[in-house]
C-alpha cells in the first residue's frame, strides 16, 4: 500500500514547479498515470527502489496476486483480449500502429535481403528464447512481431505522464536517460582517461545489447555524435526491421550471453529494456559478457522497468503486461540485485537511479 503513495503531500508544490517548466517547454502538466502516486518530476526523480527487495512479498501486503497463466495456456480468447488491449490504447493515443505494421509488409523483399545478410545460422537459440512471448505464439522469431516494433515501443510511455502526447512523452523518458548517460561519460570514464592523458576523450564504439528494432541503438547514438553504434540482437527478423530502419547503424545477430565479439571492443555498452525479458541466469551471463566486451575506462548503462510498478497498476493493465512477459517475476527479473550483480562481475562506481516514473537506470564503469 506504501507503494501508492509516494509523497502525495508534496504534490501540489511539485505540480506547480513542473507547470512553470513546462510552459517554458511543452506547456502541458506532467502527472503520473494510472496511478495514485501524484505528480512526479522527472529533472529531479526519486530515490530508486531496490530491485533486490521482494516484489512478492510487497504484493502480498497489498493484496495484489501476481501471478497469472502462462501465455501458452490462455484461450484464443484471452490471448486476443491482451493484444487487443494493447493494440487499441496506443491507437487511441495516436500511434498509427495498422499503418506503420502495412509499411513494413510493403517492404518485405527488403526485409528478406537484410534477413539474408544479418541472419548468422550458427546462432542457437535458448529454450527460454522460443517460447511465446509478448503476446506472440512465436516469440520474437516471426516476421508479425518485426512489424509491430516500432508502435509497440512508441506505446512504451503511455502510461508515463498525463497530459503529454506519446512523442513527448517519450521524448522526456529518453531525454532523461540520454543526458544521465552523457553525464556519466564525463564523470566516471572521463576521469580515467584524463589521469591517463587523455583529456577530451569522447567514446568512439558503443553496442547497444537487445536492440530489437533498433531505436534504442539510434537513441544511444544520439549520446555521443559521432560514435560509432552497433545494435545486437538474437531475432533476425528484428535486425531485418533494424537495418531497413536506421542504415547508417551496423546491426549484428548474435546471443548476448556470449556474443563472440572481440574483447575490450567498446567504449559503452548499453542494454535498454531487455534484462526483464531474460531469465535471471541469462541476465547475469549477459552482464558478464557485457563486462568482457567493455574497454577499460568504458561505461555500462542499463534501463528498465521497476517492477513495483506492477503493484501501481490498474488490474487489467497489470495482467495485459504480466501474461506477455514470462520473466517479470519472483526468482527471475523481479531478483536481480544490481549493484550486488554487477559487483561482483568487476563494475565499480556503481549508481542506481530512477530514470522517470517508471523505470530505473543503472550505470557503472570498468576500472582503467
Known amino acids: 500500500a506504501g507503494l501508492a503513495a509516494l509523497g502525495c503531500s508534496s504534490a501540489a508544490a511539485a505540480s506547480k514547479r513542473h507547470r512553470r517548466r513546462a510552459r517554458r517547454s511543452i506547456a502541458v502538466l506532467a502527472t503520473l498515470r494510472e496511478t495514485a502516486a501524484g505528480t ?109 516494433l516500432e508502435p509497440a515501443t512508441q506505446s512504451m510511455c503511455l502510461g508515463y505522464y498525463d497530459g503529454l502526447s506519446w512523442q513527448d512523452a517519450q521524448e522526456m523518458f529518453r531525454g532523461a536517460a540520454r543526458g544521465a548517460i552523457a553525464e556519466w561519460w564525463q564523470v566516471a570514464a572521463g576521469r580515467s582517461h584524463v589521469a591517463h592523458g587523455d583529456t577530451d576523450r569522447s567514446p568512439l564504439t558503443l553496442l547497444d545489447v537487445g536492440c530489437s528494432g533498433g531505436f534504442s541503438t539510434n537513441e544511444m547514438a544520439r549520446v555521443f555524435p559521432g560514435v560509432k553504434a552497433t545494435g545486437l540482437d538474437l531475432s533476425p527478423y528484428f535486425l531485418s526491421t533494424a537495418k531497413l530502419t536506421y542504415p547508417q547503424h551496423s546491426f549484428v545477430h548474435a546471443n548476448a550471453e556470449h556474443t563472440k565479439l572481440p574483447n575490450a571492443s567498446f567504449d559503452v555498452v548499453t542494454f535498454n529494456f531487455i534484462l526483464h525479458e531474460l531469465p535471471l541466469a541469462a541476465s547475469c551471463a549477459a552482464l558478464k559478457e557485457a563486462y568482457r566486451m567493455l574497454a577499460p575506462g568504458g561505461i555500462l548503462a542499463i534501463l528498465d522497468v521497476d517492477p513495483r510498478r506492477l503493484l501501481e497498476l490498474p488490474p487489467l493493465r497489470r495482467w495485459a503486461f504480466q501474461v506477455t512477459e514470462p520473466w517479470c517475476k519472483e526468482g527471475e527479473y523481479y531478483s536481480l540485485d544490481f549493484e550486488r550483480v554487477l559487483s561482483e562481475t568487476g563494475f565499480t562506481d556503481i549508481k542506481v537511479s530512477a530514470n522517470d516514473p517508471v523505470n530505473t537506470l543503472v550505470v557503472a564503469k570498468k576500472e582503467v
Not at 113 to 118: H, K, P, Q, T, V
Open 40 to 148: 512526479k518530476v522527472p529533472e529531479a526523480p526519486q530515490s530508486p527502489r531496490r530491485l533486490g527487495e521482494s516484489v512478492a512479498s510487497l504484493a502480498s501486503e497489498a493484496g495484489i496476486d501476481l501471478k497469472v497463466k502462462p501465455w501458452e495456456v490462455l484461450s484464443s480468447i484471452a490471448k486476443n483480449a491482451a493484444r487487443d488491449w494493447f493494440m487499441k490504447r496506443a491507437q487511441d493515443r495516436g500511434i498509427p500502429w495498422s499503418e506503420s505494421v502495412r509499411f513494413f509488409q510493403s517492404k518485405q523483399a527488403e526485409l528478406e535481403r537484410n534477413f539474408a545478410e544479418l541472419c548468422d545460422t550458427s546462432v542457437e537459440y535458448p529454450a527460454y528464447y522460443e517460447m511465446p512471448f509478448h503476446g506472440y505464439d512465436q516469440g520474437n522469431l516471426s516476421w508479425l512481431a518485426a512489424y509491430e
